[in-house]
């Protein structure tokens, strides 16, 4: 699907204006939180069909996040969609792209499973350190882990996806 196609169809699948009023940031990081804005990026994730739909959600996600940060910290509790300019849309949706590129090869199970290995922290120089990541796998896509967060790269091997509860082998 290209990207005219995507954005033509999943960017109405957005609100045209946001409510960030619930937002806060996370103290002790550079974390914003707006629970108005992730039932936002929820709501079009089941309404897409496709991987690349939910790329361009995810990329769409990334951008308001940030438009709801800079506005918040200045004051102004609305977003709009409309302020995201096409070509900037379109240029997060091919870096996304191309940083799912290597992991389009691994099957999974679904959806969350999928998701959990396609987030890109622009926080966090490693996964480790990023509260959002929570799995891991080994290089072969073999085994497959639920992250410790306790300031090392510790993990706990799963055999079962914790979403939909089929059993990984090898690729899940």
Known sequence: ????????EINQLFPEQLDISDGRFVQGTIG??????IDAW?????????TAEGYFIWAMYCLLHQLAKKAFRKGNFTIKTSDLAKEEIKRKYDK???EAEPKRRIRSCCRMMASQFNKKCEIHDSAYDCPDVILDRDEKGSQYRILIHDGGTSGIS????????????NRC
């Not at 699907?1 to 033509?8: G, K, L, P, R, V």
């Not at 709501?43 to 496709?50: D, Y």
């Not at 799963?158 to 082998?169: D, L, N, R, T, V």
Request: proline share 3%; net charge negative; glycine share 2%.
């Open 1 to 8: 699907m290209d990207f005219e196609t995507i954005y033509n």
């Open 32 to 37: 914003f939180h707006s629970q108005n804005l």
């Open 42 to 50: 929820n709501a079009a994730e089941e309404e897409s069909e496709s």
């Open 96 to 98: 996304v792209l191309k």
């Open 158 to 169: 799963i055999k079962f996806c914790p979403w939909c509860g089929k059993e990984i082998k």
